[in-house]
């Protein structure tokens, strides 16, 4: 007889199903908490804006308290005994109130010079704004009531303030901060108001007097003004505004976006060389079977091949290569050729300079077709043979030329002046609103931040060669624009060539190539159409132009004297 036996056993909680168990503990958590957070936010900030509420109704109900001719501002208009900002903090939270009255026109009896009994000072609107911030969010509660006069209403014995602000195209500008002074009434007049959708800030009531000073501005825009009469500024524009009892005052200021002007400063483009005469072997990265003595490269240890490689030459602001020069001593039954390596040691391939691979015993050697995009660093080979042990090739001296700039050439102290005048002096003489000083720093160049206007340039301790654009430079609202300067001191022969096309148009980014026996020199025309050679001999010149879409053209020699300039016209 069989019996089967039946075994019960419990499994406890594995690994696995604890680290499950407390990352969804965990998640349930981290809910609980984020809805935790979310309501305490909710209450601080419900907290925060009762309070000011509370503060916004305590203040206007301090105003309802007060007699008809107290509701004013301490420098406002109408002038009163309420400051015009007050802070405080309440349980860790700082509240800004600030208070403004002006008079209103009621429309009911007319607007305005329409006004049927020219009064038009027919009551007082009170506005309570608190701002606060809770949690880096800003916020404000903002009350509005009116006050009316005990009896009928009367004058107020001054005169209406109509302050229009408008863009540099004559459109309205709302929300511009009027910002209006007096220090010669009593008690004086010191606060800011602001234009309406039709740029329009009415200020009624306002104390007559000769002495209104006038500053409008908006974030981002620039301000206008008026001006004292001075010993300097003897007949200011605007000057201050005078009120005249019942008149209204009315005044134009224009202001608009800030536009930005970015001033870089470069030296001239320049041509020079690498050149080692072989003093030592310092400016050699390789050398086989060679060696460097009695001012010349020379096969070594009475090797019958070697060969030897410069140091890369890479400028940093690379124009154009110029030409490859040497001075080779070949006895007969020897050899010596040089090549143009790229950055890694590699022969220019044929296509690109043509003989290269085979090599050049013959100088000069022009390089200018060589693209500085594909080639931006270069070396000198040399390749020695003999049939003898006792005779030996040699290379003297070797160069290669090329053009480097325009280079930027920081701290160069500029002065801008606007075309805007804000009077003239005794002598007639305009005062310009806009004069900056300053300079292109270690950076060699620096962003202006100015209203729309036409600036001119001027170079107090440099000598300007080219502008581009030139001087002046008009900028429109919003308007980014850049010049770059080209500055430095001109040797006694220099060409300053324009590249043109048929249309009279310039052509920016043409290809220059400015060359004669023994020299070679390119300069990229620049977004002006300009370039320019400095450090020439008297003598005449080939010069070769090539652009993108135009085709490639070889001008008669130009003979440079002194500073010549010329323009040169592609097909």
Request: proline share 5%.
């Amino acid at each position: 007889m069989s019996m089967d036996i039946y075994v019960s056993r419990s499994r406890g909680f594995g690994l696995v199903d604890v680290i499950v168990g407390v990352a969804l503990m965990l998640v349930m958590f981290l809910a609980l908490f984020g809805v935790l957070r979310a309501s305490l936010v909710l209450s601080a900030l419900a907290k925060a804006k009762a309070t000011a509420v509370e503060l916004a109704s305590t203040q206007m109900e301090y105003l309802h308290g007060l007699s008809y001719d107290s509701v004013g501002t301490v420098n406002g208009i109408p002038a009163g005994i309420v400051p015009q900002t007050a802070t405080s903090t309440i349980d860790g939270v700082p509240y800004v109130a600030r208070t403004y009255v002006e008079y209103t026109d009621d429309s009911a009896d007319g607007s305005g010079a329409g006004d049927t009994n020219g009064v038009t000072t027919d009551y007082k609107t009170g506005k309570v704004t608190v701002s606060y911030s809770i949690n880096g969010l800003m916020k404000e509660v903002t009350l509005i009531s009116n006050f009316v006069p005990p009896g009928i209403e009367s004058t107020t014995g001054g005169g209406t303030l109509s302050i229009h602000v408008v863009s540099a195209t004559g459109a309205d500008v709302s929300g511009a901060d009027v910002h209006i002074v007096n220090t010669s009434t009593s008690p004086a007049i010191d606060f800011t108001t602001f234009t309406d959708p039709s740029g329009l800030a009415l200020v009624g009531g306002a104390a007559t007097s000769s002495q209104y000073e006038i500053y409008v501005s908006r974030a981002g825009y620039s301000s206008a003004q008026t001006y004292a009469r001075t010993g300097q500024n003897v007949n200011p524009t605007p000057g201050y505004l005078t009120v005249v009892k019942d008149q209204t005052t009315s005044a134009t200021f224009a202001i608009d976006t800030l536009a930005t002007l970015v001033l870089s400063s470069f030296s001239p483009a320049t041509t020079t060389s690498f050149t080692d005469t072989f003093t030592d072997a310092s400016q050699l990265v390789s050398q086989a079977s060679t060696g460097v003595s009695g001012n010349a490269l020379s096969l070594a240890n009475e090797a019958l091949s070697g060969s030897a490689r410069s140091v890369s030459v890479a400028p940093s602001y690379l124009g154009g290569w110029g030409i490859l020069s040497a001075t080779l001593a070949i006895p007969s039954g020897t050899t010596a050729v040089v090549r143009i390596d790229d950055a890694v040691g590699n022969p220019l391939p044929d296509s690109v300079l043509p003989g290269n691979s085979t090599g050049f015993s013959s100088f000069p050697v022009s390089l200018t077709d060589i693209s500085i995009a594909s080639y931006p660093e270069l070396a000198l080979e040399a390749a020695l043979t003999s049939n003898s042990t006792s005779t030996t090739p040699s290379v003297l001296d070797w160069s290669l030329s090329y053009t480097e700039g325009p280079t930027p050439l920081p701290n160069i102290a500029f002065t801008l002046t606007g075309a805007k005048t804000i009077g003239t002096d005794g002598g007639g003489l305009p005062i310009y609103k806009t004069i900056i000083n300053d300079s292109t720093g270690a950076g060699a160049t620096k962003t202006e931040t100015l209203e729309w206007d036409a600036y001119t340039l001027d170079l107090s301790t440099a000598n300007l060669i080219e502008s581009c654009p030139a001087s002046p430079y008009p900028l429109a609202p919003a308007q980014a624009s850049s010049t770059a300067l080209i500055v430095g001191a001109p040797t006694a022969n220099t060409l300053s060539l324009v590249v043109e096309n048929t249309a009279s148009s310039t052509v920016p980014d043409a290809k220059v190539v400015l060359t004669k026996d023994g020299y070679a020199a390119t300069i990229v025309t620049s977004a002006c159409g300009s370039a320019f050679f400095n450090g020439l001999s008297a003598d005449s010149y080939i010069t070769t132009v090539s652009a993108a879409g135009y085709t490639t053209k070889v001008f008669p020699p130009i003979t440079v004297a002194g500073h010549t300039a010329t323009t040169l016209i592609l097909p």
